[in-house]
């Protein structure tokens, strides 16, 4: 069964290293007969969650503040998996990326009992560094928000070496975002 995929892009280089895993993971999802819909965080106008806890009152546009995140909303909804994409910035996400993803709240917010809506996830990361230790904060982040939204790791393709567009130009880890979005099933 053809599964929907939501891709929040945290990149703001419209054709960089990022962008290119993307591309790959893409078509090797779109091969398996999956729907993907991406979202260039970066070119959108969204801003900050506010912590004020007063979304969840209106299903279509949940939280407090109406910005472009109303166009997320209804595809994050229905999607069964969500792909965080980022490049490596300070050993953590965009603040493009987490920006957006703080505001997901909102949707939480639409169930009396503060249920997060259940999703399968991916994470794809360009770097500069290219070492187990360099990605070890990530990876800590990823399991940790998994584990507390109670979603399910589908795989994570890191991709270190790259600091300028285009150094991940043949290099495997597009393969492997590839590979990854065809297991997607």
């Given at each position: 069964?053809?599964?929907?995929?939501?891709?929040?892009?945290?990149?703001?280089?419209?054709?960089?290293?990022?962008?290119?895993?993307?591309?790959?993971?893409?078509?090797?999802?779109?091969?398996?007969?999956?729907?993907?819909?991406?979202?260039?965080?970066?070119?959108?106008?969204i801003?900050?969650?506010?912590?004020c806890?007063?979304?969840?009152?209106?299903?279509?546009?949940?939280?407090?503040?109406?910005?472009d995140?109303?166009?997320?909303?209804?595809?994050?909804?229905?999607?069964?998996?969500?792909?965080?994409?980022?490049?490596?910035?300070?050993?953590?996400?965009?603040?493009?990326?987490?920006?957006?993803?703080?505001?997901?709240?909102?949707?939480?917010?639409?169930?009396?009992?503060?249920?997060?809506?259940?999703?399968?996830?991916?994470?794809?990361?360009?770097?500069?560094?290219?070492?187990?230790?360099?990605?070890?904060?990530?990876?800590?982040?990823?399991?940790?928000?998994?584990?507390?939204?109670g979603?399910?790791?589908?795989?994570?393709?890191?991709?270190?070496?790259?600091?300028?567009?285009?150094?991940?130009?043949?290099?495997?880890?597009?393969?492997?975002?590839?590979?990854?979005?065809?297991?997607?099933?």
């Amino acid at each position: 069964m053809a599964k929907k995929i939501v891709i929040l892009n945290g990149s703001p280089r419209p054709r960089g290293n990022t962008a290119a895993l993307i591309e790959a993971f893409t078509k090797g999802a779109e091969q398996a007969g999956n729907g993907v819909v991406r979202f260039d965080v970066c070119k959108m106008n969204i801003h900050p969650c506010l912590g004020c806890c007063g979304g969840g009152k209106n299903p279509e546009s949940p939280c407090v503040q109406k910005d472009d995140m109303d166009a997320i909303y209804p595809h994050y909804k229905d999607a069964d998996l969500v792909v965080l994409a980022s490049p490596m910035y300070y050993w953590s996400l965009s603040g493009q990326l987490k920006c957006a993803f703080d505001r997901l709240f909102a949707v939480m917010e639409l169930s009396p009992s503060y249920e997060n809506p259940v999703k399968d996830c991916v994470l794809l990361m360009a770097a500069e560094g290219d070492t187990e230790s360099n990605f070890e904060p990530v990876r800590h982040y990823y399991h940790a928000l998994l584990e507390r939204l109670g979603w399910k790791d589908c795989g994570i393709v890191y991709a270190g070496g790259n600091m300028h567009v285009g150094d991940i130009a043949g290099k495997p880890q597009l393969e492997e975002a590839e590979a990854l979005g065809a297991s997607i099933r």
